[in-house]
């Protein structure tokens, strides 16, 4: 059973718009959670992370919000831009098991010029 | 530059035909990881390494093996491959124990028919 839930496999969005990903999890314990954004015929890249102690994290154009109640983490771009496009995996992680990444099944976002 | 280096990148083989995805680091990182990624299933981790000499099981094993005989090395091995492990197959490493974000290669896409 997967642990970690990406329950939208693609998503398109304008450029200038925002972009809104989703993550959903099951395991409570996890206290640490991350992004990662893959190209094409390349390996993931990280992109951006949150601990449990927070609800929120940005950086530039990336934020991340986390609402532990109802085990979600969510990913905003704005503005999004066709550079953008790519598919972005949720992962999450808990120290008390050597801080080994779960990860969600993954997000294609293709943003239009 | 810093990175994780795999090869060969793309591979097709038979069933039965022993193989090894050679994968290395250069940051001198102790933690390694070998994860395969299939449509839905996002990444899901195979083995890994806390340091040399020192390997355990992720939480899809069955049918690899590895070894790490050299902190920069962690070579994934298939003796005997069967279709089911046709897939796209990325190393990781990061610093140690207490961290949480991984370097991915590039990917090595392997075809078992």
């Known amino acids: 059973d997967q642990q970690v839930k990406q329950n939208s496999p693609s998503l398109s969005v304008q450029e200038g718009r925002i972009s809104i990903l989703n993550c959903d999890y099951t395991n409570s314990m996890f206290d640490y959670f991350l992004w990662y954004k893959k190209y094409p015929a390349e390996g993931p890249t990280f992109l951006i992370s949150i601990s449990s102690i927070k609800d929120k994290n940005e950086d530039g154009r990336f934020t991340v919000f986390l609402n532990k109640s109802a085990k979600h983490l969510s990913l905003h771009i704005v503005p999004s831009q066709p550079g953008d496009s790519a598919v972005y995996f949720c992962a999450a992680s808990r120290k008390a098991a050597g801080n080994k990444l779960t990860f969600g099944g993954g997000t294609r976002v293709l943003v239009k010029p | 530059e810093a990175q994780v280096t795999q090869n060969p990148r793309y591979l097709i083989t038979v069933t039965g035909k022993k193989l090894t995805v050679t994968c290395s680091q250069n940051m001198n990182h102790e933690y390694m990881s070998w994860y395969r990624q299939d449509p839905g299933l996002g990444l899901r981790q195979i083995y890994y390494?806390?340091?040399?000499?020192?390997?355990d099981k992720g939480d899809v094993p069955e049918g690899y093996k590895v070894s790490r005989k050299e902190k920069r090395n962690f070579p994934l091995i298939l003796e005997s491959p069967s279709p089911n492990q046709t897939s796209l197959y990325f190393c990781?490493?990061?610093?140690?124990?207490?961290?949480?974000?991984?370097?991915f290669g590039p990917g090595t896409r392997l075809t078992v028919t």
């Open positions: 390494s806390m340091n040399v000499e020192v390997t």
């Open positions: 990781a490493s990061r610093l140690g124990a207490g961290g949480y974000e991984q370097y």
